[in-house]
């Protein structure tokens, strides 16, 4: 296997073979999600950067760049050849104006049309340029050691935790297609096919999915396309009779067979060679969102009732690791904490792995927003220091994700790090406490987290909030609270996170994050309002509070919770961290 530097030539040499001037790599695998297998890191093979979001522009006869948003771009700089890659962020420089920038209008640009979606795609074409599929990957043709695809058995989910049958779903799916006037829907996300189907697997790090595509047909059949032998027996009568299994290579057969129908795609979470093979076939391409992913972001109320279980547990944990990071973390180095929290976790039987890769920042490495610390890259956590950790946990009835930011040292910390810390905290609380009509988009609501911070001249560079599955995907669409618009509006049942952060470079990063569930409240006659109940049990770090900056309710609102912190968690730990935890939620109010 070449060393990084090599391989940017020997893809180059690849590229001429295949007769195009320049290449597209997205990140993502051939299902368009965040986590991939270790053979799908092509991006991280190529270049050496390892952010979940990015991709990589190569010219045969010009300049490289790769590109992600702004919680990679310290990250990028530090892992990414400066050399020989341009390191540029998505917003600042999108990748079709850089491309046309560099003549690329002339030329004939090489993309796996079976890892890029057709909205992905829909920027170069727009600049004018000769987007060419190609029929195999270049960079799979030089990484000689690609490890092979995942084949773990795909396993039932019962319904004491999924809490309605897979036979309910697809009817409720299928009617769904009927109304819409569509035969059929192409299923690419594997965590749909797994709220689907009632299903769960081990093929991709912390996403417990199997990968594997589906056909939904109007009339609540499905085709599944996976190894047939990593469907064990159990498995395949859970399915029931109404759900095919295939293997991979009758994908293309089936989507032949569905010529003169019309065909459900979603053009931004499913590979375009889908829409490219049915067009070919003859079918109809009606392009529509994934019809499982809202209906999977609304928990029902097993899910719901099984998401608070998994916080009170992951509170346990956390609490446990808090006190640990207050009296023993100092001269740990970050990898050792992330550890230690990891095992906190694994004192519960139900706990089946981390939901991504535990941030671990000390210092600086805390303004790195999605650091991930290696054994090379760990630092030892100082006194009078800013440590961010920020994990997340797997349960078989939910998911988490918590960040916490502390203080390192036995006093207050600075002015200038409690004032920021103050009005990340504020904008948090903004969040929670929020009660807005039905209908509100994500996008309406990511102001009240920052407006604190905006009145500081203060901000941060990613979005406020992201869905979350149930024992699925820690990061799940289709709703977010972002600056970025999506249509796609709040609802009742959907679990969403809270962090508004701020990031010094070369000094410190803090985030503060809960998830919060989406409930319907009390309003007017004829008005319908939601509003968040918070899932997350942890104390906010009392030493980094300014008092001072929190107006009445705020406070009260910090009380509440601590107290409710308290009286859930402290039963479950031993009298020493039972000690400090009463510490820690000591009413502000007081101060």
Known sequence: MPEIPARLPALRRVLEEMDVDGFVLLRGDEHLGEYVAPYAERLAWLSGFTGSAGMAVVLRDGPAAVFSDGRYITQMDQ????????????????????????GGRGLRIGYDPRLVGEAGLQPFLARGLDMVPLAANPVDQIWTDQPAAPGTPCLPHPLSFAGEDSADKRERMAAIL???????????????????????????????ACLAFAILHADARVDLFVDPARVPPDTAHWLGPQVRILPPSGLDAALAALAGQTVRVDPVGTAIWFIQTLEKAGATISRATDPCALPRACKNAVEQEGARKAHVIDGVALCRFLHWVDTQGVGQDELQAATRLDAFRALCPDYREESFPAISGAGPHGAVIHYRVTPESAR??????????????????GTTDVTRTLWTGKGPGPDSVRGPFTRVLKGHIALARARFPVGTTGHALDALAR???????LDYDHGTGHGIGSYLSVHEGPCAISPVHRPVAVAAGMILSDEPGYYRPGAFGIRLENLLLVHPTPAEAGRSFLAFETLTLAPFDRRLIDPSLLTREEAAWLDTYHARVFDIVAPQLDADARAWLDAACAPIMAE
């Open 451 to 457: 407006y604190a911070l905006w009145q500081d001249g």
């Open 380 to 397: 030892t956590i100082g006194a009078d220091e800013v440590y961010l950790i920020d994990s997340g946990g797997q349960y078989p009835f």
């Open 79 to 102: 892992q990414v050849d400066s050399t020989a890659w341009a390191r540029l962020h998505l917003r600042d420089t999108p990748p079709a104006e850089w491309l046309a920038a560099q």
């Open 178 to 208: 009927r109304t819409d006037g569509q035969d059929a829907a192409i299923v690419g996300d594997p965590t749909s096919i797994a709220w689907l189907l009632n299903i769960r697997g081990n093929d991709v790090p912390y996403t417990p």
